[in-house]
């Protein structure tokens, strides 16, 4: 059994995904990012980021103790090698599929991270940042777009290089973007969010408490901006 520990957001998604698709079986840890539930000192021992998702496989290949394991790649490549699939074997198709996930993990994720942070949280009139993040989130588009002209999946074949990016381009058009021009995108998201392990992950994660996460303008209480953004989530990730 391996628990998801977790919130009703794309980078989570994308774990349910990778659980749906290999049939490991598992259970939700939920929390609720506003609230702060996971900056408690328990979550910190699974991640010492204090960031969602994390996993911890109590049946890992090596009999040991449970094992935690946190980073949305770090975990889609972990439950790669566990189940021997969705990543290619081959040097080539393997390399392949860690470029395009290190693409997601250190490009696509963060740099919409940032334009969903101006346009949806910061104060209002901070043009500046939503310019910079907004036309940088949309250069990415066109560069897998580019990509998946020439190839059906990022990696040639389905694997976790398309599961770590999917959930982004749902979410589109809360940060003003689409697929207008984007045909090739616009059929690989059709393709996957057509796959039952899709829709499956979907229903048993995006619950309720996803529509606190989706509003295009988030008008956050103090408490909450201090767990997500302010002192309180600084003071628990401080050593003491
Ligand atoms: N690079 C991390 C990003 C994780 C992340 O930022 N998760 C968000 C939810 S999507 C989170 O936990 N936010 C809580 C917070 O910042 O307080 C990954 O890919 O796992």
């Given at each position: 059994m391996i ?54 496989d109590h049946a890992p ?180």
């Amino acid at each position: 059994m391996i628990d998801l520990h977790c919130v009703a957001t794309g980078n989570n998604l994308k774990i349910a995904i990778m659980l749906e698709e290999t049939g490991l079986p598992y259970r939700l840890v939920r929390y609720e990012m506003f609230a702060g539930t996971h900056l408690e000192p328990a979550f910190r021992r699974i991640n010492p980021n204090c960031k969602l998702p994390a996993i911890v496989d109590h049946a890992p290949v090596d009999h040991g103790p449970p094992f935690s394991v946190f980073e949305s790649g770090a975990i889609l490549t972990y439950l790669a090698e566990k189940s021997g699939r969705f990543m290619p074997a081959d040097l080539r198709g393997r390399s392949l599929c860690q470029q395009w996930l290190a693409w997601q993990i250190a490009g696509l994720g963060p740099m919409h991270g940032q334009a969903h942070h101006f346009v949806r949280y910061a104060p209002e009139g901070q043009t500046y940042g939503i310019e910079r993040y907004r036309r940088e989130a949309e250069r990415l588009l066109h560069v897998m777009e580019y990509r998946l002209a020439e190839a059906p999946y990022l990696a040639g074949v389905y694997g976790i290089a398309d599961i770590a990016c999917f959930p982004w381009i749902g979410g589109l058009g809360l940060i003003g973007l689409g697929l207008d021009d984007l045909p090739a995108v616009s059929d690989w998201h059709d393709r996957i969010a057509a796959r039952p392990a899709v829709a499956a992950a979907r229903a048993a994660l995006m619950d309720e408490n996803r529509s606190l996460y989706t509003r295009v303008r988030a008008e956050l209480t103090p408490e909450q901006w201090s767990a997500m953004f302010g002192d309180r989530m600084h003071a628990a990730s401080r050593i003491r």
